[in-house]
C-alpha cells in the first residue's frame, strides 16, 4: 500500500469529539530530548540518528526489532551516578535491568560497582571481568549453588534477606574458610513506586526483613554472633521509577536509627548503608526525573543530618540504580506492519515486535512514547495503539499515542526508553526470536547481544 493511499485512522478532530484525548502538546517530528538518548537526533532528511547512524541503515544491517543502545550516553549517565555521589559512596549498577559482558566493561572502565540478584548475571559479570569485590549478591531465595559459587569468587558483598539466608551464607562462608562481608536487607515500611509512597501494608511482601517489631534488630543479633560473617551495614530498597524523594527520607531515617540500635546494644557502628535503586526516569514527556547530584545531594543531606542527630559517624553510602542508568539509553526499533483504523476510536498499528521484546506494557501497564523515525510528516496526528504480533489482545506496546496520520506499512517507528527491564524480561511466546542490542557509538554500530535464531530455538529443543 503506498503511503498517500492509506486510508487515514480517526484524526485529531475525531479525537477531540471522543473526549478523552487532547491534542498532543507538540509537534510530533520533535523528538523530546527528556524521552530520547542524548546523541539522538533527525538529520537532514528528518530520519532519527543516534551515534551519528541513521535508522534506514540499523534496520537494514541489523533488522528489526531491535534495541539500540546509546554507549556515550551509558557511560555519561555511569560518570554523572559516580561523580555526583563522589568518592565517599559507591555506586552499584543494577544488572537485573540489562545486563550484558559489554555492559559489564562499559561500568568497569567508569568505575561503578555491579548488583546481581542471580547465578547467571553473577557469571555474565564474572566472565566479563568485574572483580568479585565490586559485586553485590541479592535475591530472596539464592539457591546453595549460588551462594557457593558468590563465596568461592570472593564477591564484596552478599546482602541477606531472611532469617534462614544469614545461617545459610555463615556456614557456607565458614566451610569455605572465608569471612563473608555481608549487608542486612530491612524493609522499613515505606513503598514507594513513582509519584507517591505507601506506608501500609510495606511488610506483606518476600523481600527482606522487617524493622518493625524488632525482627532487623534480630536479625543484627545473629548476624554480629556468627564468626564467618562480616556484618557491614544494612540495606533498604523501597521500589521503582520514584520521583519523589520523600520515600528514600524516611527509609534513611529508620536505617539511621537502626544504626544507631545497633550501636547502643552492641557497641558497633557498622561502616555502610545502602539506599536501594528506583529512582524514576521519563517515559513520556509527563515524566520529570531528577538529576543524579539531586538525588545524591537529598540522600546524603538526609543521612549526615539523622547521623548527625543519633551521634553517629556518617556511613558510606550505596546506592544501586538500574533503571535510571541505562533505560534512557536505548530504544527499540519496529517496522510498522498492518495497519487497523477503528473509525471514531483509535488505529491500531501492529509491529513486528511486540510483548516478547516489550512485557511492560501488558505487565505494570506502563505508559511509553513513540515516533515515526524513517522520515518526518506534516500529516495530522491521529491517535495510535501500537501493538505487536502476538496471539493475545494485550500484547500492547504503547497504549496511547500520537503518530502521523500518512504512517503506512514499512515506516520505521520507535519507543524509546526501553534500555530497562525490556530485553532482560523478554521471552520466546510465540517462538518470537529475541531481538539483538545494538550498542551505538561515534559511527559505529556493533551487536552486543545478538538476536535469536531459529536454530537457537530448536537447539534448545532436544526432541
Ligand atoms: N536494588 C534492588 C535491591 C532492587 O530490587 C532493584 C530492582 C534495584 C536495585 C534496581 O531498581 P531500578 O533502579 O532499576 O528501578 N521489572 C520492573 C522493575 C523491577 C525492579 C526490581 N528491583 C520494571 O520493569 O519496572
Known amino acids: 500500500m503506498s503511503r498517500s493511499a492509506h486510508p487515514a485512522g480517526p484524526r485529531h478532530a475525531d479525537v477531540l469529539t471522543e473526549g478523552h484525548y487532547s491534542a498532543p502538546a507538540a509537534d510530533l517530528n ?44 551509558f557511560r555519561a549517565r555511569c560518570r554523572a551516578w559516580s561523580e555526583a555521589f563522589g568518592p565517599d559512596a559507591d555506586v552499584f549498577y543494577a544488572g537485573k535491568a540489562f545486563l550484558s559482558r559489554a555492559v559489564v566493561r562499559w561500568l568497569q572502565e567508569e568505575g561503578l560497582h555491579l548488583d546481581v540478584c542471580s547465578g547467571g548475571e553473577l557469571t555474565t559479570a564474572l566472565d566479563a571481568g568485574m572483580p568479585a569485590e565490586r559485586i553485590a549478591f541479592h535475591g530472596n531465595n539464592k539457591t546453595v549453588a549460588e551462594i557457593e559459587r558468590a563465596v568461592e569468587a570472593g564477591v564484596g558483598r552478599i546482602v541477606l534477606d531472611s532469617f534462614q539466608e544469614i545461617v545459610r551464607v555463615a556456614h557456607i562462608a565458614r566451610s569455605h574458610g572465608v569471612r563473608q562481608r555481608v549487608q542486612i536487607r530491612v524493609t522499613v515500611g515505606v513503598e514507594a513506586h513513582t509519584h507517591e509512597f505507601i506506608a501500609t501494608a510495606h511488610e506483606d511482601q518476600k523481600f527482606g526483613i522487617a524493622l518493625a517489631d524488632g525482627q532487623a534488630a534480630e536479625a543484627v543479633r545473629r548476624a554480629l554472633g556468627l564468626d564467618s560473617l562480616e556484618l557491614i551495614g544494612i540495606h533498604s530498597h523501597i521500589g521503582s521509577q520514584i520521583f519523589d524523594m520523600a520515600g528514600f527520607e524516611v527509609s534513611a531515617r529508620r536505617v539511621v536509627q537502626l544504626l544507631a540500635e545497633v550501636r547502643d546494644e552492641h557497641g558497633v557502628e557498622l561502616p555502610e548503608i545502602d539506599l536501594g535503586g528506583g529512582l524514576g526516569i521519563a517515559y513520556t514527556s509527563d515524566d520529570d526525573p531528577r538529576e543524579p547530584h539531586e538525588i545524591a545531594k537529598a540522600l546524603s543531606d538526609i543521612v549526615t543530618r539523622e547521623c548527625e542527630s543519633a551521634g553517629l559517624r556518617t556511613p558510606r553510602i550505596s546506592v544501586e540504580p538500574g533503571r535510571a542508568i541505562v533505560g534512557p539509553t536505548a530504544f527499540t526499533l519496529y517496522e510498522v506492519g498492518t495497519i487497523k483504523p477503528l473509525e471514531g476510536l483509535r488505529t491500531y498499528v501492529s509491529v513486528d515486535g511486540g510483548m516478547s521484546d516489550n512485557i511492560r506494557t501488558a505487565l505494570y501497564d506502563a505508559e511509553y512514547s513513540v515516533a515515526l523515525v524513517s522520515r518526518t510528516s506534516d500529516a495530522e496526528p491521529m491517535l495510535v495503539r501500537v501493538v505487536g504480533k502476538h496471539c493475545e489482545s494485550g500484547d500492547i506496546v504503547v497504549k496511547d499515542a500520537f503518530l502521523p496520520a500518512d504512517l503506512a506499512p514499512g515506516d520505521l517507528i520507535a519507543v524509546p526508553a526501553t534500555g530497562a527491564y525490556c530485553r532482560s524480561m523478554a521471552s520466546n511466546y510465540n517462538h518470537a526470536l529475541r531481538p539483538p542490542v545494538v550498542a551505538v557509538r561515534d559511527g559505529e554500530a556493533r551487536v552486543i547481544v545478538r538476536r535469536e535464531t531459529e536454530e537457537d530455538l530448536l537447539r534448545l529443543d532436544v526432541g
Open 30 to 73: 520533535i523528538l523530546d530530548e527528556k524521552v530520547w538518548s542524548r546523541t539522538v537526533t533527525r538529520d537532514a532528511d528528518g530520519a532519527l540518528t543516534v551515534g551519528g547512524i541513521g535508522v534506514a541503515r540499523l534496520a537494514e544491517e541489523f533488522g528489526t526489532p531491535a534495541y539500540f543502545l546509546d554507549e556515550s550516553d
